[in-house]
């Protein structure tokens, strides 16, 4: 095995140095580009920021150790990224339809303790995550819920209800939101469908189909109140 191959490929001991400069000039680079797109935070980040962001980061990772690669054509093609998305930026203030059409829109997920046909609809839509935002915003159920908006950037903003007025919803803690049941009920208790969220009161015994969306896959539900 060539050791010297191994460790720089076809290049030679010089050009490390020149990797150092490169990457010092395209961090400058970068960290200017994202001081000129604003202070966010990568929560805070729509689509189309994440965009811009990992297209900077391509740009200035080939000008760091790709020899072909000019310093100059690295640097103007980081400027154009800037350019195109303060271009962009102007124009998302300007147009409700264009906003709409580069960085999507809220998504009512829940009202009232139940899931929104936006949800039910929609068989692409992973909760794991989602239920995440929202165990980390003290909800327990469901039916603790009066909104839930899963936003543009990916947070969860969530409308809880008042204490008296909590209902049954169902369950989303970890040890309770993978059991499933879809042929028995095994004891007398709350069951909530897990596709929109109605909950109701069974009898150990046959599964049901749900009276609002009409499948037949349950989990546990809840009535407990905020503590």
């Known amino acids: ?18 990797i150092v400069l490169r990457c010092f000039i395209s961090f400058v680079v970068v960290l200017i580009a994202l001081r000129l797109t604003g202070k966010k935070g990568v929560g805070q980040l729509t689509v189309f920021e994440l965009v811009i962001i990992l297209t900077l980061g391509s740009a200035a990772g080939d000008m760091g150790f790709y020899k072909d690669v000019g310093v100059l054509s690295a640097v103007l093609t980081i400027v154009s990224i800037i350019i195109f998305y303060k271009l962009i930026t102007y124009l998302l203030l300007k147009s409700d339809k264009f906003e709409r059409l580069v ?11 139940l899931y929104t046909d936006a949800v039910v609809q929609n068989e ?3 909760f794991d995550e989602f239920f995440m935002e929202l165990r980390l915003a003290g909800i327990e159920h469901l039916g603790q819920i009066k909104y839930a908006i ?12 008042p204490n008296e007025k909590v209902k049954p919803g169902l369950h989303i803690l970890p040890d309770k939101v993978k ?20 909950t109701v009161y069974q ?3 046959e599964i ?10 349950w989990s546990e539900g809840s009535d407990s109140q905020w503590v």
Not at 179 to 198: I, K, N, Q, S, V
Not at 208 to 217: D, I, L
């Open 179 to 198: 059991t499933f049941y879809t042929e028995r009920f095994p004891a007398d208790g709350l069951y909530a469908c897990t596709y929109c969220g109605t």
């Open 208 to 217: 049901k189909r749900c009276s609002n969306c009409g499948t037949s896959k």
């Open 1 to 18: 095995m060539d050791i010297k191959e191994f460790l720089l490929g076809a290049e030679d001991w010089p050009f490390m140095l020149e």
């Open 203 to 205: 009898m150990a015994g």
């Open 124 to 126: 692409n839509i992973s």
């Open 150 to 161: 899963l936003e543009v950037n990916g947070d969860v903003s969530v409308f809880k209800v």
């Open 103 to 113: 960085e999507g829109k809220p998504v009512l997920i829940i009202e009232n303790g």
